[in-house]
């Protein structure tokens, strides 16, 4: 008997863009909270769905990298589910500390307020603390 590729299925009914990326958005499980967009390609999805933790693809860096690997604020998947087109997933996560990397719970933390862009939650720990060096706000 031959065993089946974990995430095969999830795999074909994505639609992955011209680079070969399907939109993540991270939310928090047990609360709604939105945490964060980022981009997975094929690999990012299959070891999600292996181990049971968040993997993303960095454009920046043009790699892989597991949610956590650098500041330890890792995200373990609860339940992984595609959108209506296949073009976007909703990874339902449990985060462990900050999941911004400027050191707030969440990458959303503005918002507009009276025509202005406002900051709506601070930051929880200093960046140099979860990287050792600066990073952009």
Not at 80 to 102: E, I, N, P, S, Y
Request: hydrophobic share 40%; proline share 2%; charged share 25%.
């Amino acid at each position: 008997m031959i065993k089946p590729i974990p995430g095969a299925e999830i795999l074909g009914a994505l639609a992955f863009d011209a680079d070969g990326l399907v939109a993540a958005i991270a939310q928090q499980h047990d609360t709604g909270e939105v945490l964060m967009l980022a981009w997975m390609n094929r690999d990012a999805v299959a070891r999600t769905l292996e181990s049971g933790e968040a993997w993303y693809w960095s454009r920046s860096r043009g790699k892989l990298w597991r949610k956590g690997e650098s500041s330890g604020q890792t995200q373990t998947l609860v339940d992984f589910r595609l959108d209506c087109d296949g073009d976007a997933v909703l990874l339902l996560v449990d985060q462990k500390g900050v999941a911004c990397h400027t050191g707030r719970r969440s990458c959303f933390y503005r918002a507009t307020r009276d025509g202005k862009l406002a900051e709506i939650a601070g930051v929880q720990i200093d960046p140099k603390t979860l990287y050792g060096e600066d990073t952009k706000k």
